[in-house]
């Protein structure tokens, strides 16, 4: 059932056994894992069913460090930002979870054998078709279509793509036919209010932009409004803890993290075209699911070289060829030489060349990790918003090391083409003392309320609970460790379904 | 420079052999030019003469200097220990300098000329096809081998 908010008589007390506070990936796969079990669950999402311009203005905000979008990077009505996000998805690699002792503050809880379940169910959740990402068998088409030998540095993976779904069009009918769900839309979390020790959550605070105010009591409660949003939510939630609820440590908030994008911190030439299969180029239909190859760094690679994870995509930009007209000659001095080069690649490897396309010239995008940094973090702006509540700002921090640490990735990647034999790869990437502007970002909020076992170290426990809350639980990016490299949604379901089963099994054993 | 040859180039390179690699078809390589050692190396060159340019702006940019007979020795000695000698055919130098290419990417033996990123015995070759050609930085010495 939906009921809009803004018709709730001023004062209603609405109980409930598990309360999910946001709408979207996270929030809407709880729900629907939920759906008909014998407990009253009650969805409170701050939007309606569409976009409304003065309840995104919430999302507005201050940006005081490495300048970020608040408002443009996230969407506020139901299905939340898979309103409008690409559907890129793959699963983290198991050395993601691990504590690397190369990289401070990281080590997960948990691992990635503990997800895959999930990542399987996850994967179906967003509409993905068949779990393959791994398998290069599966993508080859019979053996016609094999991933470049590229060494023991880099490895090609498969992302695979979500049409994309969007989570409140498409389960918008599972959940409003769930006779156990009643969904609160134009409904704000306001305040989640603790007992007196602030151990266990007792209330919410609901109000809407019409000024009507109500409240929720529910025995759970799940915090799902998104990876900046969850920490703001916990901050402003300070009527009992006054550094916010969860954060007698100082740690809600910190670590924000997001996966710095480069345009084209490099170009690739590789002689014949043919010897790239088609999946690397673009968005490719195989084996009943649409697939894209990307370039990765092994394991192997990440440990003996102590470095953090990049993801490249690569496609074709243009014919290398030794007939261009002097006017359309690109008077870079890289780009003069690179006929040459090509010519230098097919000096070696490939017969010299007959015809005027010697090789062809591929684009590259990155994304890449950074390492979590305690002082990247999400605060409350003393600015109030249209509900009285303070704002959210951001200071992001990007560290010269990070950036180091891409160019050395980029490094190992000529490498690898070299030693394959028919590419080279010239890096565009430019040396920088400082890291201070980003090219471009992944709208991937992660890291502000942590997981970690010990409460010293993180915010929420292996099981997304809130250390020292008994009833409060966290879904969404903001509880990741650390960042890995590739897109965050599907691990988001993927916990999101963990929590689900965990909360049901408890409400089971009467816990 | 545009895939034609100067006549002034094309002098330079007969003088060391590199014509048969520029222009294979239109220049047999005389058996004395071939023995050369810097004429068999460049010889293995798709284009020699933008090999050069590479090479040029190599050692322009690391301010490195050497002539042919460096260059090729250095070179030499590195196919060498794999095996190859002069005299080898071209083809067989031409895989001895792959592998030797392949071998310096595997062991992060690489240089960077424009953002390019290419192995040493690459860079090294184009460096002798700058000095053969007389195209080096006025720094090096003018190549009169071969
Ligand atoms: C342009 C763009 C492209 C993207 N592309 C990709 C991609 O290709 N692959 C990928 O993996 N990820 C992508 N993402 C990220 C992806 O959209 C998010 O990771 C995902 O939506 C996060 O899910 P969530 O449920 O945690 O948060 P959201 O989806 O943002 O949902 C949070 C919900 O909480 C609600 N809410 C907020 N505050 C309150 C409150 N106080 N009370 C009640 N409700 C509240 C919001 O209205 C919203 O509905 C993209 C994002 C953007 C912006």
Redesign the interface.
Known sequence: MFIDGRNVPDGTIVEAEVAIIGAGAAGISIARALRNIDARVVLIESGGLDFEPDTQELYEGESVGVPYALDTSRLRYFGGSTNHWGGWCRPFEPIDFEQRDWVPHSGWPINRADLDPYYVRANEVCQIGPFIYDDPAAVSEGGQYQPLDL?KEVMTRWFEYSPPTRFGWTYRQDIEKASNIKTYLNSNVMEILPNAEATKVERLRVGTLTGRRFEVRPQTVILATGGIENARMLLLSNSIEKAGLGNGRGLVGRYFMEHPHIERP?EIMITDPSLVAPYYQTYTQSAGANIRGVFMFTADYLRKNRRLGTVMTFYKQKEVR??IDVEEKDT???R??E???A??I????SK??ESPVLAMRYGTGCATEQAPNPDSRIMLSTEKDALGLNRTKIDWRLSPSDRANLRHNI?AL????????EG?????LPDRDKWDEAEGWGNHHMGTTRMAADPRKGVVDANCKVHGVENLYVAGSSVFTTSATVNPTLTIVALALRLADHVQTRFTRGV | MS?AISRRQLLVLTGVGLAAAALPAALPLLDRERTTLAGELIA????PA??A??GR?WMVSTERGGNTSVFAQKIAKRLHARGWHPGDPTDVT??A??ER??Y???H?D?V????????RT?AE??ALAAASLGTAPAETEPSTEG
């Open positions: 060494g490099c030794t007939d870079e001095a890289a003069d030489i006929p040459g080069i010519q230098l097919r000096s070696t490897s010299a060349n490094e000529a490498r690898a083409f070299g030693a394959w034999g080279r790869v010239r890096i565009r | 895939d293995t060159l798709a284009d933008r090999a340019e590479i702006q031409r895989s300098i792959g290419v392949r310096e990417f595997r992060d690489m960077e000329i424009s953002g390019w990123q290419i192995s690459e070759l184009c």
